[in-house]
């Protein structure tokens, strides 16, 4: 007689990385989300250094509790400093990052933006709406795109009963 074991997949609660400078555009997106049933952790930085120290483990952010491992990074293109072009660079070409689904959420339609983001590895790339309506359901159908209902490779564990 042949025993199998099932591998079951079992969601991790994933928390949400924000990459805004517009403190605008960030209340907006929170007003968004608390309407969601699920609200996942937020963690917001206001440009592409701060993100990627969050993403590294560096600078205020060395206590891997308090700042954990993003299940998304959310990422405004235009910021001070470090761009969210560099930031895409830097996360997608680093092994342990590389599989961060990363949406580009950002005002800019210039072509250029949208090839050069998808060439360097975004996930998505995503135009931010004016009205705030519309702004609202893009965020809340991101999250729950992202993640509600994909399955990605660390966001599960694997059980044998």
Same mark, same amino acid.
């Given at each position: 007689? %042949?025993?199998y074991?099932h591998?079951?997949?079992?969601k991790?609660?994933?928390?949400l990385?924000?990459?805004?400078?517009?403190?605008?555009?960030?209340?907006t997106?929170?007003?968004? #989300?608390?309407?969601?049933?699920?609200?996942?952790?937020?963690?917001?930085?206001?440009d592409?250094?701060?993100?990627?120290?969050?993403? +590294?483990?560096?600078?205020?952010? %060395?206590?891997v509790?308090?700042?954990?491992r993003?299940?998304l990074? +959310?990422?405004? #293109?235009?910021?001070?400093?470090?761009?969210?072009r560099e930031? !895409?660079?830097?996360?997608?070409?680093?092994?342990?990052?590389? #599989?961060?689904? +990363?949406?580009?959420? %950002?005002?800019?339609s210039?072509?250029?933006?949208?090839?050069?983001?998808?060439?360097?590895?975004?996930?998505?790339?995503?135009l931010?709406p004016?009205?705030?309506?519309?702004?609202s359901?893009?965020?809340?159908?991101i !999250?729950?795109?992202?993640?509600?209902?994909v399955?990605?490779?660390?966001?599960?564990?694997?059980?044998?009963?």
């Amino acid at each position: 007689m %042949t025993k199998y074991t099932h591998s079951l997949l079992t969601k991790v609660p994933q928390s949400l990385l924000v990459v805004e400078d517009s403190d605008v555009d960030f209340e907006t997106l929170m007003r968004a #989300l608390h309407r969601s049933s699920d609200l996942p952790d937020i963690h917001r930085v206001e440009d592409g250094d701060e993100a990627l120290d969050f993403l +590294l483990h560096q600078g205020d952010y %060395t206590d891997v509790a308090s700042y954990p491992r993003p299940g998304l990074i +959310l990422l405004d #293109l235009n910021l001070p400093g470090t761009d969210g072009r560099e930031v !895409i660079a830097q996360v997608k070409q680093n092994p342990s990052l590389k #599989l961060i689904p +990363l949406v580009v959420f %950002t005002t800019s339609s210039s072509p250029k933006d949208v090839e050069f983001c998808y060439q360097h590895g975004a996930n998505s790339y995503v135009l931010k709406p004016i009205q705030t309506q519309s702004f609202s359901q893009s965020v809340r159908d991101i !999250i729950a795109y992202w993640l509600g209902r994909v399955v990605l490779p660390h966001q599960t564990q694997i059980l044998t009963p």
